[in-house]
């Protein structure tokens, strides 16, 4: 879909940043009514599903459409930042990126990468704590919802053999420095740890 600001006007921000958007108004009225309390249309206060508390003021409103007339600039740096992440660590054996779908385009929002343990004799936290000593902070990759307390116990998808694709993803994959204001000299001194992290600079 074409990201116009007549489109943006029919959008629905999240309070922790982002948007919604859509050209599909039935899903935009329907979101509306879950971000605001889900309330039913009754004179009392009255819910017949659970919903949230995600209202917006003006002047969030009006920041948010601001931030539209950027969008264009700030994917085309972070597209070029997964870029040159690829170029210089891409052809190594056992780093892999997230490929782009054939008819896709990612914003490539945030740079992750997961890595074998096993050929690179590193792990994901090593290079992650030797990054950390020259002040460059990065993370491993989201954990799983069933490894959080609040859902110890409850019932997730796994594969026979006992791992799940999340488990893995979170075992061996981090993610990278990706700020769209980012300069090539800031870049190449993640780069550079990385390489030495993984002897071969």
Not at 28 to 51: E, N, V
Not at 61 to 76: N, P, Y
Not at 127 to 152: D, G, M, S, T, Y
Request: hydrophobic share 40%.
């Amino acid at each position: 879909m074409a990201f116009t600001r007549s489109t943006a006007i029919k959008s629905l921000r999240h309070p922790a940043g982002g948007m919604l958007v859509s050209d599909d108004i039935d899903a935009l009225q329907k979101a509306r009514f879950l971000a605001t309390q889900a309330r039913d249309p009754a004179p009392h206060y009255q819910h017949s599903q659970m919903g949230y508390n995600y209202r917006m003021s003006n002047i969030v409103a009006g920041i948010g459409r601001a931030q539209l007339e950027v969008l264009d600039e700030r994917v085309k740096a972070r597209r070029a930042i997964f870029d040159r992440y690829v170029q210089a660590l891409g052809d190594i054996e056992g780093v892999h990126f997230m490929p782009e779908l054939e008819g896709t385009m990612s914003n490539r929002w945030l740079t992750t990468l997961t890595i074998d343990q096993e050929a690179l004799g590193v792990t994901p936290m090593e290079i992650i704590n030797a990054l950390a000593e020259e002040n460059i902070e990065a993370r491993p990759v989201w954990k799983p919802l069933h490894l959080q307390p609040l859902f110890a116990g409850v019932r997730y998808y796994q594969h026979e053999e006992g791992w799940s694709v999340s488990d893995e993803l979170f075992a061996n994959g981090l993610c990278l420095p990706s700020g769209s204001s980012m300069t090539v000299e800031e870049q190449q001194r993640v780069i550079d740890v990385i390489l030495r992290a993984l002897k071969r600079l």
